[in-house]
């Protein structure tokens, strides 16, 4: 038995550490712990702070999924404050939120994932030739041809389309040769490259994706461009409490939005689609079928068990969370938890998410039997959102000194995640799940009439099955099939997004300019005290936001994050976690060199920020550190 | 193997013209906010100075700094990354994992001591020997230390490595402060924003890069090239303020004619930054051209600067009231731009004053 430990993980948000017990024999991993390493407090920071302010302080919790927490907070500060958006603020929410899940897949896959999976040193071998005959063959087999129906036509081809000519390819290839001939390899330093994963792809399967890796990484710019014109920038867009801060004018020169901003927003739409139709998915099937072909359906854990999804993009604007209106009014209807999709469609079982289940105090709670926090009472109660408790408890580790760790201790505390549960009971979150929630639903006639995003949805799944020639239950609930789920919700934000912009040109023809509500705006029209729920399918998964406000101000605030359900430490009650279950799920052929570890805990797109964060404390004494930011820190040496 | 490249031999290699090289360092000029009289320079350090190694680490921070760096139009996150640095360690881009990763970092700080640029994104956590960000078994600031004793210059990218950022807003929780007191006497440039904008960063590590020095900075320590104007005097939309024209509202009349978001709250008055002039991503907005107030997040404590619906000087008005700034008052609206650089300063004092009443209630 060997004690592997892999810190930092690199290639996601964060800071991130597993340790894994691999039998050396079989590869099995036996044991398998995941740990978040840091802890910032933000949730600490909100207390007192104007409610209007809220997006931007808890937006700071991320900048790669950016976007994503400013919208759970106006949309938990509205809910409490009983604002319903314009028609116009929610379209543009909505494609701002599109824009941020296909740039964040599209570059997730290419420049966070890929290297997993492809290697510019196998690039090496590759035959130019057969690499442009190559991209032609996976155009043609892997193109899903799926649109959102009745969108508009604004271009007049496809833009952006894949080079398939042997000089392209030639000089990508001179390219990664002078780097590695160089010495100096830059990010490709010291990583596995001689690990066996490497030879299960064609060497021209290689040059194509580190090909795509660079083309992506010019173009994932251009994508957020949406944000900069609606936010006014990237990272870390503009929001405003009750609607948009961009106001429309098409009778104004200087109008923050008017005809020639909006045909920003469609170029970038358009290019979305086109990314991912003609890169990203005929990329990722070519590479996914090759794993399933050699046996690779491994990596599961978690998603055979129980996923977990809160429902996405309301179709006009919901008058509230807590009142229900939200989930009567969506356009992928994900809002429910899935167990045991992996014995197959007839033993699943699916339980509806409604407005009275985020109340709940019994439903959603959090335990920190294993995390580096304290609660008051004897035997660790879990505690709801609601009423979390604020008290750090760092035990340090097993093996080392409190700053100098060697080993965790997998029997104590060992992680500043909490651990979030559903009626008591670990859920993965994710694309995977929306995609295990959409299917099974539907198959159940659970859904009634399908949206046009969900029979899209259905069409993918059984695309993608064909390809594979494997039933949705056996491949989606797999390492290959999180990394696959995850190009076809890019796929689907990319149309969702025209779809929402149509519907913002037609109601801007329509007369309807207003982008803001103000009738709420001045504190003196709250009630003394209210609490909000913000709920949102971000692109790592169901995120909600919890507010109190009182006497104008934030009393408390909460958030329960996508990669705290999946990188949360184990319950003993309740068994481990998306990441562990999917490590113990995982066979490590060179227990020195853990490739196969960090790609299935990569495939979740690890998010640490958002997943580190603790519950302000009720009339709890938070100690104010006496380090003064204008004088300096003062540092013992 | 030891022997680092310059962008010349770069070029050379690639099987790129003289003519195409000088372009490049034309552009690089005018990135960098130089004069065009100052290309010969640029040509010249771009030809002898070897390609730079660039070591990367991550504090207490959200990536997105990171992620702005790589929305850089030019030069190109690919361009830069592959071709003009050689970036040995960077926790978001790096291939290589853990233990051969961490390494791979040891190995770059010895091979290539002194001569490396170190970038720090993120705060440095001091709470309880800075337990509370943790990296390879290391504490940050231990990482931290050793890398910048040992690099010719550190990067301070982002409010939060410049000044400690979100967590260090009250109550800083994990102590978290800026990261310039770790690093030795090594100079630190100081690139604040949250994030800065994608040019700027990538523009600050060229400069060292090409010229071999930090560029020129001001009392901060921020590049005056990026830092040198207050959003307020590059704003496009001054001259509203000039006339006394101002959005009321969201949303209002004066929103969407695009008139002086000063009365929403607008920061630009006290910030200095690339805002006005750069722009995000080449020109195409920022915040206040897409009709929201600038909220400051270049200035070292924004975030405990109180509502940012609230004008600044709320605690101590010294502007009067603005609408009296009428169109054509030119003598007032003089009073009011005097009035304006008075406004930091009061603030500066109503924050000194706030500082020492919370530190008495603390004790």
């Known amino acids: ?223 957020v461009t949406p944000h900069v014109i609606f936010g006014g ?236 020639n494997l039933a949705p239950e056996v491949w989606l609930p797999t390492m290959v099939g999180r990394t696959a789920a995850r190009a076809l919700d890019c796929q689907l934000a990319a149309e969702i997004n025209k779809f929402f912009f149509d519907k913002l040109v037609a109601n801007i023809k329509s007369g309807d300019t207003k982008v803001a509500s103000s009738e709420k705006w001045d504190p003196s029209t709250w009630p003394k005290e209210c609490k909000g729920v913000g709920l949102y399918e971000a692109p790592r998964g169901a995120l909600s936001h919890y507010i109190t406000i009182k006497d104008g101000k934030t009393d408390n605030y909460q958030c329960i994050v996508p990669t705290t359900w999946n990188a949360c430490p184990r319950d003993d009650k309740a068994g481990h976690g998306a990441y562990e279950m999917a490590m113990m799920d995982t066979a490590v052929k060179i227990p020195d060199k853990p490739l196969e570890i960090v790609k299935v805990i990569r495939s979740f797109d690890p998010c640490m920020a958002c997943a580190t964060h603790m519950f302000n404390a009720k009339g709890e004494k938070i100690n104010v550190i006496t380090t003064d930011p204008y004088s300096g820190t003062h540092v013992e040496k | 193997m030891d022997k680092r490249e310059s962008m010349w031999d770069l070029y050379l290699k690639k099987g790129m013209s003289r003519r195409s090289f000088v372009k490049g360092c034309v552009a690089l000029t005018s990135l960098m906010g130089l004069g065009m009289d100052q290309v010969s320079r640029v040509v010249e350090a771009a030809e002898k100075k070897p390609l730079p190694v660039v070591v990367w680490i991550h504090g207490h921070e959200c990536t997105g700094c990171d992620e702005s760096f790589i929305r850089s139009g030019a030069p190109l996150a690919s361009d830069l990354v592959l071709s003009q640095i050689a970036l040995e360690y960077d926790h978001l881009l790096s291939a290589a994992s853990g233990e051969p990763f961490e390494a791979h970092l040891e190995e770059t700080i010895q091979k290539y001591k002194g001569q490396y640029i170190l970038c720090v994104e993120g705060a440095a956590c001091t709470k309880d020997n800075g337990v509370y960000c943790m990296s390879g078994g290391h504490t940050f600031t231990h990482t931290l230390r050793h890398a910048a004793e040992n690099a010719a210059a550190v990067i301070a990218y982002g409010t939060c490595a410049v000044s400690g950022g979100i967590q260090a807003a009250k109550p800083n929780p994990t102590g978290s402060s800026g990261i310039a007191h770790f690093a030795g006497k090594t100079p630190v440039v100081h690139v604040p924003g949250c994030p800065p904008i994608p040019e700027v960063m990538t523009g600050v590590v060229m400069h060292v890069a090409l010229f071999g020095t930090v560029p020129p900075l001001d009392g901060e320590g921020r590049p005056k090239q990026f830092y040198g104007n207050r959003i307020h005097d590059t704003c496009y939309r001054r001259p509203f303020f000039d006339a006394g024209m101002f959005a009321e509202s969201y949303d209002d009349a004066g929103s969407k004619a695009g008139w002086c978001l000063y009365k929403l709250g607008c920061r630009g008055p006290e910030t200095y930054n690339s805002c006005g002039n750069l722009r995000w991503f080449q020109g195409m907005s920022y915040p206040i051209q897409s009709g929201a107030p600038c909220i400051g997040c270049s200035n070292a404590h924004f975030w405990d600067e109180g509502a940012m619906s609230e004008r600044l000087p709320k605690f101590a008005p010294p502007i009067g009231d603005v609408d009296k700034i009428g169109a054509g008052l030119a003598a007032v609206t003089a009073v009011g731009v005097a009035a304006h650089a008075a406004a930091s300063v009061v603030q500066k004092k109503k924050r000194i004053a706030d500082e020492k009443k919370n530190e008495g209630a603390g004790e």
Not at chain 1, 46 to 68: E, H, L, N, S
């Open chain 1, 1 to 223: 038995m060997k004690h592997v430990v892999v810190d930092p993980i690199t290639r996601i948000e964060g800071h991130l550490r597993v340790e894994v017990q691999v039998d050396e024999g079989s590869g099995k991993v036996t044991d398998a712990l995941s740990s978040g390493t840091a802890w910032r407090g933000l949730e600490l920071v909100m207390k007192d702070r104007d409610p209007r302010d809220a997006w931007a302080y808890i937006q700071r919790i991320c900048g790669v999924c950016t976007t994503a927490h400013a919208l759970g907070s106006v949309r938990a500060v509205e809910d409490a404050l009983g604002i319903t958006i314009p028609k116009n603020a929610n379209y543009i929410r909505n494609i701002m939120a599109a824009t941020l899940t296909v740039q964040d897949h599209l570059v997730h896959f290419y420049h966070l994932h890929a290297l997993d999976w492809v290697s510019p040193v196998e690039a090496l071998a590759a035959d130019p030739i057969a690499t442009a005959n190559l991209q032609n063959t996976a155009l043609n087999a892997y193109k899903l041809p799926f649109r959102a129906p009745g969108a508009s036509v604004t271009e007049a081809f496809e833009h952006d389309f894949p080079a398939a000519t042997p000089q392209y390819f030639e000089q990508i290839k001179n390219k990664v040769k002078a780097i590695v001939e160089s010495g100096q390899l830059g990010i490709f330093s010291a990583n596995w490259w001689d690990h066996p994963d490497y030879k299960l792809l064609p060497p021209e399967v290689h040059l194509m994706a580190i090909a795509h890796y660079l083309e992506m990484l010019d173009k994932q710019r251009e994508l």
């Open chain 1, 233 to 468: 920038k990237n990272p870390h867009p503009h929001y405003v409490v009750g609607g948009m801060p961009c106001a429309i004018s098409m009778d104004d020169g200087n109008a923050p939005i008017n005809t020639a901003r909006l045909d920003i927003v469609d170029r970038a739409i358009n290019m979305g689609r086109s990314l991912v139709n003609n890169y990203y998915l005929p990329d990722l099937l070519a590479v996914g079928a090759a794993y399933v072909k050699a046996g690779r359906v491994d990596g599961g854990g978690m998603a055979k068990e129980r996923v977990l999804g809160y429902g996405a993009y309301p179709i006009e604007p919901a008058a509230g969370t807590t009142n229900g209106a939200f989930f009567k009014n969506l356009l992928v209807r994900c809002n429910g938890v899935v167990e045991d999709f992996g014995k197959g469609l007839g033993a699943a079982k699916v339980y509806e998410i409604d407005a009275e289940d985020v109340q709940d105090p019994k439903v959603f709670t959090e335990g920190v039997e294993h995390s580096w926090y304290e609660y008051p009472e004897k035997g660790e109660q879990d505690r709801n959102p609601w009423d979390g408790i604020t008290a750090p408890k760092y035990t340090g580790p097993k093996e080392g000194s409190a700053t100098e760790w060697k080993a965790l201790n997998e029997n104590g505390k060992y992680s500043w995640l909490k651990t979030p549960k559903w009626r008591g009971k670990l859920c993965e979150v994710g694309p995977l799940a929306r995609y295990i929630i959409i299917y099974t639903k539907a198959k159940k006639g659970m859904l009634g009439d399908l949206t046009w995003a969900e029979q899209m949805m259905m069409d993918q799944i059984g695309a993608v099955s064909k390809v594979l």
